[in-house]
T-cell receptor, first 115, second 117 residues
Framework: EPEVTQTPSHQVTQMGQEVILRCVPISNHLYFYWYRQILGQKVEFLVSFYNNEISEKSEIFDDQFSVERPDGSNFTLKIRSTKLEDSAMYFC?????????????FGPGTRLTVL | AQKITQTQPGMFVQEKEAVTLDCTYDTSDPSYGLFWYKQPSSGEMIFLIYQGSYDQQNATEGRYSLNFQKARKSANLVISASQLGDSAMYFCAIGIAGGTSYGKLTFGQGTILTVHP
C-alpha cells in the first residue's frame, strides 16, 4: 500500500517559534496518527485522529500541540511555541481501520531541529 | 497500559546466517496485534510483519518470520539468510483497540542489527 508523504523533510526553527508539520494522506484513509522519535530513542505515540476529531492523545500531547485537517486532505501537527526538547523526528502514520490488527504505514518523517 | 521490552540493544550476524531479535510484551487486553518495523539509517519506518493475538500460526513474510509464544508473551523476529541491507534498527510494537483507543502503537527501545560480510 502507498505511504503518506510528509512535508517538510527537515525543519530548523528557533525556540519559541511555531511550526506546522504536514502529512498528505491518500483520500480513503480514515485513521491518522502522529508519533515522535527523539534521536536514539524509541518511537512514542502522540495522538490519533479519526473522523476529523482527536480519538486519543498521550501525556506528551499537551496544550502546545494541536492537530487538524484544515482542508479535508492535509493533516497537520502544530507546535505553538517550540522548546529545545521538541527536537525529534515526527512521523505521520495512517491505516484504513483503527483496530489492533490494522497495520500502520508510516510516512518518511519530518526532522525538527529547535535551536 | 501496554509495554514492549527489547532486551538486545545490539546484535551482530554474519551474512547469510539467521538471526533472532527478541521481543516480550505485556498487556491486559485479550485482543492485540504485534508488529515489527525496520528503521534503516535513512530514518524511515518500514513495516515488516504482523501477528494477531488470536492467530494460531506464526506469521511469515518472505525471509521474516515471527516466533509467537503467547503464554510467554514473546514475539521474536527471525530473519533468515541475512543480507547486508538488513543492517538497521528493528522495533517491536503492540497495538490495541477498543474503548477510546484506535490502534495506537506502543514501541520497544529497538535492537540495532549489524550484518557482517
Amino acid at each position: 500500500e502507498p505511504e503518506v508523504t510528509q512535508t517538510p523533510s527537515h525543519q530548523v526553527t528557533q525556540m519559541g517559534q511555531e511550526v506546522i508539520l504536514r502529512c498528505v494522506p491518500i483520500s480513503n484513509h480514515l485513521y491518522f496518527y502522529w508519533y515522535r522519535q527523539i534521536l536514539g530513542q524509541k518511537v512514542e505515540f502522540l495522538v490519533s485522529f479519526y473522523n476529523n476529531e482527536i480519538s486519543e492523545k498521550s501525556e506528551i500531547f499537551d496544550d502546545q500541540f494541536s492537530v487538524e485537517r484544515p482542508d479535508g486532505s492535509n493533516f497537520t501537527l502544530k507546535i505553538r511555541s517550540t522548546k529545545l526538547e521538541d527536537s525529534a523526528m515526527y512521523f505521520c502514520a495512517r491505516t484504513t481501520g483503527g483496530g489492533a490488527s490494522d497495520t500502520q504505514y508510516f510516512g518518511p518523517g519530518t526532522r525538527l531541529t529547535v535551536l | 497500559a501496554q509495554k514492549i521490552t527489547q532486551t538486545q540493544p545490539g546484535m551482530f550476524v554474519q551474512e547469510k546466517e539467521a538471526v533472532t531479535l527478541d521481543c516480550t510484551y505485556d498487556t491486559s487486553d485479550p485482543s492485540y496485534g504485534l508488529f515489527w518495523y525496520k528503521q534503516p539509517s535513512s530514518g524511515e519506518m518500514i513495516f515488516l510483519i504482523y501477528q494477531g493475538s488470536y492467530d494460531q500460526q506464526n506469521a511469515t513474510e518472505g525471509r521474516y518470520s515471527l516466533n509467537f509464544q503467547k503464554a510467554r508473551k514473546s514475539a521474536n523476529l527471525v530473519i533468515s539468510a541475512s543480507q547486508l541491507g538488513d543492517s538497521a534498527m528493528y522495533f517491536c510494537a503492540i497495538g490495541i483497540a477498543g474503548g477510546t483507543s484506535y490502534g495506537k502503537l506502543t514501541f520497544g527501545q529497538g535492537t540495532i542489527l549489524t550484518v557482517h560480510p
